[in-house]
């Protein structure tokens, strides 16, 4: 089964702190994208970075770099140097079968509050 | 001016009446997406459409149906609504010329049912 788990459903984080936010994924499709969207209280989904299966370098992002372990089937955000603006949900998302759609299959999300 | 757009963008409805929600986007992309998104559950997919002439289920689509009225424009209809479909609702782009599949959200349609 397709699936993508996040396991921490709240963070807190120290402003200009770094912070991880965890996602695993399983797929047997040797063949698929990892996503991560940021959802502020406004409601909107806001694209953040991508890593794709064959991808041999982790994805980086100005502040977001995604932590790719293949092995694992983890990629875990990275946020360096946290902002106020941080705040929101944060969801993982893993594209497969693209041709047969390539829909998104996304994670429960995880909370990220930044405090000053 | 906003790539994908959705109408209406809140929407508060009374059970059995039958609802239309809209998505256009100026993207040129050929697949488009309906999700929803209730709390504590992430996003999952109701229709996609890779063209005008091929719809595709996704995964909770009972009690909705779906029109590709142009490459442009992707409509979900509720024909009965029950209060278990409130939520927010996302109408979703990608294009097909590369595998990456980012997919490009409208702004969301939160509707409520009573």
């Known amino acids: ?116 | 001016d906003a790539d994908v757009t959705q109408t209406p963008r809140n929407r508060i409805t009374k059970t059995g009446k039958r609802i239309m929600l809209e998505c256009s986007q100026t993207k040129g992309h050929d697949r488009m997406y309906w999700y929803r998104q209730d709390p504590g559950l992430g996003l999952r997919l109701i229709y996609y459409s890779f063209d005008v002439k091929d719809i595709n289920k996704g995964e909770i689509s009972d009690g909705y149906s779906v029109s590709r009225q142009a490459q442009a424009k992707f409509s979900l209809s509720l024909e009965s609504a029950i209060p278990n479909q409130t939520a927010l609702y996302f109408c979703a782009t990608s294009d097909t010329s590369g595998l990456v599949n980012e997919q490009f959200f409208g702004p969301g349609t939160r509707l409520t049912v009573l």
């Open chain 1, 1 to 116: 089964a397709q699936k993508i788990t996040q396991t921490q459903p709240g963070m807190f984080v120290q402003e200009k702190e770094a912070v991880t936010l965890d996602c695993t994924y399983d797929t047997s499709d040797p063949s698929y994208g990892l996503f991560w969207y940021k959802q502020p209280s406004s409601g909107e989904m806001i694209f953040l970075i991508y890593q794709g299966s064959y991808d041999q370098q982790n994805a980086t992002e100005g502040r977001y770099s995604l932590n790719f372990q293949k092995a694992r089937k983890s990629a875990n955000l990275v946020i360096s140097a946290s902002q106020l603006g941080d705040s929101a949900m944060y969801f993982c998302a893993m594209s497969v079968n693209y041709n047969q759609g390539g829909k998104l299959i996304f994670g429960q999300g995880t909370e990220l509050s930044v405090k000053p």
